[in-house]
């Protein structure tokens, strides 16, 4: 049975940590869908390390944009993160500066991607930051930035079964 569950919070906030372990209570073979875009080797040894902390019991897909191209049916899938997915879709590498997406281009491309992907019955745990939790930015593409995000993490809270933010490693149910 289709289940979507949104995990959001602050930085370093125990998101991830929490979805991972809801996701192996469900399930002993979970799918990790990473959205990240490896920018650096930094991060490139990041990700490795959350890979080596997961283990081989789950199935690791790395897909920053099209994850409805992947079949998850039956299957309990974290998608990490939200927050970098999005980025994919406001920012796309393959176009020039001048000619990036709109917010509402990006936000319907992302919200269309969105609704695709959760057509499958499978039991979706989402993680997402609450970036506009901490002021507004002086930055003009940050605001936009932001403003796309939030509306996004509105748009998966409104279809989700269960809601819970992370304040400082404790899960705290605000939907269902």
């Not at 125990?14 to 080797?41: F, I, M, N, Q």
């Not at 609704?115 to 507004?136: R, Y």
């Amino acid at each position: 049975m289709k289940r979507i569950i949104l995990i959001t919070g602050g930085q370093r906030s125990g998101k991830s940590v929490y979805a991972e372990k809801l996701a192996l209570s469900l399930s002993d073979k979970p799918v990790y869908l990473a959205t990240a875009h490896v920018w650096d080797d930094e991060f490139r040894q990041r990700v490795l390390r959350h890979q080596e902390r997961r283990g081989s019991q789950w199935t690791n897909i790395e897909e920053e944009k099209s994850l409805a191209k992947h079949d998850v049916s039956g299957r309990v899938v974290v998608i990490d993160c939200i927050t970098l997915w999005c980025t994919n879709f406001f920012y796309d590498r393959n176009m020039p500066e001048d000619n990036q997406p709109t917010v509402d281009k990006a936000l319907a491309d992302i919200q269309k991607e969105f609704d695709k992907f959760t057509d499958q019955d499978a039991t979706f745990i989402f993680v997402t930051n609450e970036i506009g939790s901490g002021g507004v930015s002086e930055n003009a593409v940050q605001r936009r930035f932001t403003d796309m995000e939030g509306w996004m993490n509105q748009y998966v809270a409104a279809h989700a079964d269960e809601v819970v933010l992370m304040v400082s490693g404790i899960p705290v149910k605000i939907k269902g």
